[in-house]
């Protein structure tokens, strides 16, 4: 196997690196990159489902559950409970939520172009497919 198609071990090293440079970002505006992805996934899909947005992030719910709680003591979001199934409750970006979450954007725009800098469209589109087909062959585990 050529050293360059170690993949696993290049994924493992590029995953802990750019994990580092995301949690420097989201640090410097007091947010942890789980924070970020929620204030992400409730701008795109405000008032969604807690478990949805769990689904959403691959993350699993008892961890979510304390993330919403440390998200909603922030002042970042609200709960809700859902109007048709009073057990479920929607999470809604307060008006600081939704300012972080844009400021949260910008700075990751600006990693995710440091990313596919030096390379064409066709080079990023086959990288992203095959990132998008590893969903496929591990997928989530059921039990979590």
Do not use: C
């Not at 970006?93 to 972080?100: K, M, P, R, Y």
């Amino acid at each position: 196997m050529k050293a360059e198609h170690r993949l696993i071990f290049l994924l493992t090293v590029a995953y802990r690196r750019l994990q580092r440079a995301i949690d420097q970002e989201t640090a410097a505006h007091d947010l942890t990159s789980a924070q970020a992805g929620v204030l992400f996934s409730l701008g795109r899909n405000d008032g969604a489902l807690i478990g949805d947005v769990s689904q959403a992030l691959d993350i699993v719910p008892s961890a979510m559950s304390g993330l919403a709680d440390r998200m909603e003591r922030a002042g970042l979001v609200k709960r809700r409970r859902d109007g048709e199934d009073g057990r479920s409750q929607r999470l809604y970006l307060t008006a600081a939520g939704q300012e972080l979450g844009k400021r949260a954007a910008t700075r990751t725009r600006v990693i995710n172009n440091r990313l596919m800098d030096g390379f064409s469209d066709a080079e990023i589109d086959v990288v992203a497919r095959w990132l998008t087909s590893l969903q496929d062959k591990f997928p989530k585990d059921k039990d979590s």
